[in-house]
């Protein structure tokens, strides 16, 4: 789990205001960076992700900036509502061999908290 | 169908019992995957199917655990020998093999408690 690092753990922010969540990874071998959130008492569902040959992908509120130079990517959630209030995860997808098989290798998550 | 459902939701046991999870993924994927979710961390990889066969297995499974996916549907994990360190949400989810593969469909994950 080491080879993902996630910042901040938490995050307080106040209803409208911008939500910003990091990720940074060390194995090069991932090819998919989807963030996942998460609802107290149920399993992670996607909420957004990208592929490495692009630099920003947005999707309502919410955009993916990343930086394959740097080996991070990150969250943002504009204009944060109260009902955006969960734990996001970054899980980067980590090949298996030479297959399309793999699997996603979470953070340690972000606990946000938007104010009304 | 209504995604991946796991049964039992909460599981209480005494330390040494042997316990058993159960995980239906959505009919059209098959592939299927274990995690495991302490409070307060992020999910870590168990093992995962391709149909029945199982494809990678992590060193956090130990040979108390073991996963099943006998006909390519469901699966099941079962924990025997259970320590108080077993106690975690036990996570379920599934993908398709070809478009897709990459995107996970979790269930809400069944809870077990070890006294």
């Known amino acids: 789990q080491q080879q993902v690092k996630q910042s901040p753990q938490s995050l307080i922010v106040q209803k409208g205001g911008i939500s910003i969540i990091n990720c940074a990874y060390e194995?090069?071998?991932?090819?998919?960076f989807p963030w996942y959130q998460q609802f107290p008492g149920k399993g992670p569902a996607l909420l957004i992700a990208?592929?490495?040959?692009?630099s920003e992908k947005k999707e309502g509120r919410f955009t993916i900036s990343f930086n394959k130079s740097a080996k991070q990517f990150s969250l943002h959630i504009m204009d944060s509502q109260p009902g955006d209030s969960a734990t996001y995860f970054c899980a980067p997808w980590a090949l298996h061999g030479s297959s399309n098989t793999g699997k996603l290798i979470f953070g340690q998550g972000t606990t946000l908290q938007v104010k009304p | 169908d209504t995604g991946v459902s796991q049964d039992p939701r909460h599981k209480i046991t005494k330390r040494g019992q042997n316990v058993t999870f159960r995980c239906d993924p959505i009919?059209?994927?098959?592939?299927l995957y274990w995690y495991r979710q302490t409070l307060g961390q992020g999910p870590e990889f168990l093992t995962y199917f391709q149909n029945e066969a199982q494809l990678e297995k992590s060193r956090l499974l130990s040979d108390r655990f073991s996963a099943e996916r006998p006909k390519g549907s469901f699966s099941t994990l079962e924990i025997q020998r259970t320590e108080q360190g077993d106690s975690a949400m036990y996570l379920c989810a599934s993908a398709r093999a070809t478009s897709g593969a990459n995107v996970l469909t979790f269930g809400a994950g069944s809870r077990l408690t070890v006294l």
């Open positions: 009919s059209e994927h098959n592939r």
């Open positions: 194995n090069t071998a991932f090819d998919y």
């Open positions: 990208i592929r490495p040959d692009v």
